[in-house]
């Protein structure tokens, strides 16, 4: 097993892990709160709330 | 699902999974949207206020314990549920996993979340799509096994899985946050 995971490059390991999809929606909602306000997604709740639900649902990915 | 060979059957499995957990995390967003409406003679800023409170002592309580603990089920879903074949069993897993308080709670994110539509009092269709989205949102990760991953998977997985419980924590109390002050202002 362990020559196994050993053969696998990192980039590879992080691009499968459920981190990096919440480090990529961590970065979506700095950038929503960065652009503009007439941004009209920026400006409503449903926005962050959508995005607080995918981020929680990912934080259970370790129990999968 | 690594015992399960082959990338359709991975993905077939996974279409009942995502069902599962998407009708599971609706239901428990319907019993909490319906719950809020308790709350709603309350005056926004109040449980705003509440909300600006409650949510950064989970984080904090995350961020020192070791082991999360909250009340939670602290046991497995039982294998018995793929008894009827993995389709009905992919989705069966699914409602109870997806619903979030069947099985192992090792986060205070999904805490955060139900917290806030709990105490937002956000109109019932919303609370229902959130929760339904949470549960989708718990596939990603068996969705990008199947589709990227490698052997050793979950063992890579398993050595920061604290930091991913986290830091999820952390992203979805900031998220929450966000939305509490533009559903109050």
New interface residues.
């Given amino acids: ?1 362990r020559s ?2 050993a053969a ?1 490059p990192a980039t ?2 992080w ?5 990096l ?2 480090a990529l ?2 970065a979506t ?1 700095v950038t929503l ?1 960065l652009v503009p306000r007439s941004g009209a997604a920026a ?22 | 699902m690594a015992s399960v060979r082959g990338r359709s059957t991975q993905l077939g499995l996974w279409s009942a999974f995502l069902a599962g957990c998407t009708v599971g995390g609706a239901a428990t967003g319907a019993v909490l949207g319906v719950l809020s409406g308790l709350l709603s003679p309350v005056p926004d800023l109040w449980r705003a206020g509440l909300l600006c409170v409650l949510v950064p002592g989970l984080v904090l309580l995350d961020l020192a314990q070791p082991v999360l603990r909250l009340p939670q089920r602290t046991e497995l879903i039982p294998r018995s549920v793929f008894a009827r074949g993995l389709a009905r069993g992919g989705f069966r897993f699914g409602v109870e996993y997806g619903c ?1 308080v069947r ?5 205070a ?2 805490y ?2 139900a917290l ?1 539509v709990l105490v937002a009092v ?1 109109p019932l269709g ?1 609370a229902v ?3 339904a ?6 596939t ?3 969705l ?2 199947i ?7 979950q ?4 050595g ?6 986290r ?3 952390v ?2 109390a ?3 946050t ?3 002050v ?2 109050v202002s």
């Fill in positions: 097993m196994v995971t696998v590879r390991r691009t499968a892990d459920p981190l999809l919440l929606l961590a909602a709160t400006a409503t709740w449903q926005v962050p709330a959508l995005l607080g639900v995918v981020a929680s649902g990912l934080a259970l990915s370790g129990s999968t | 979030g099985t192992l709670v090792p986060s994110a999904s955060v979340s806030f956000v919303w799509l959130l929760g989205v949470f549960g989708a949102a718990r990603l990760a068996v990008q096994y589709l990227l991953g490698r052997p050793g998977w063992h890579f997985l398993s920061h899985t604290r930091a991913l419980e830091s999820g924590t992203v979805t900031a998220l929450v966000w939305a509490t533009l559903l």
